[in-house]
């Protein structure tokens, strides 16, 4: 069984930046995707950003592209979510998630709340 850890999270004005990581309890060698999500209050969960266990494939949801970057460190099990120019819609809980492709295992973190506020 795989578990995350999420951290990073916190109060930010607008125009900040935060750094969320996400770590693996273990070592993942299938293929497998890790990505942030997000849920604001009143909202659906919904899709941040993406990156494949190569860390040759991304994919951001257009509300952030140019503003968040995601990176892994495979040494350290760890995905990160760089966030730059924060915004008052950005508020939201942030989960980290573990896609498996080969036995369709998946799993998510506890979640880190964010708040963009002045």
């Known amino acids: 069984q795989v578990q995350l850890v999420e951290s990073g999270g916190g109060l930010v004005q607008p125009g900040g930046s935060l750094r969320l990581s996400c770590v693996a309890s273990?070592?993942?060698?299938?293929?497998?995707?890790m990505g942030w999500y997000r849920q604001a209050p009143g909202k659906e969960r919904e899709l941040v950003a993406t990156?494949?266990?190569?860390?040759?494939?991304?994919n951001y949801a257009d509300s952030v592209k140019g503003r968040f970057t995601i990176s892994r460190d495979n040494a350290k099990n760890t995905v990160y979510l760089q966030m730059n120019n924060l915004k008052p819609e950005d508020t939201a809980v942030y989960y980290c998630?573990?896609?498996?492709?080969?036995?369709?295992?998946?799993?998510w973190g506890q979640g880190t709340l964010v708040t963009v506020s002045s």
């Open positions: 998630n573990l896609k498996i492709i080969i036995g369709n295992f998946e799993v």
């Open positions: 990156i494949d266990s190569s860390s040759d494939s991304t």
């Open positions: 273990r070592s993942i060698f299938s293929y497998n995707v």
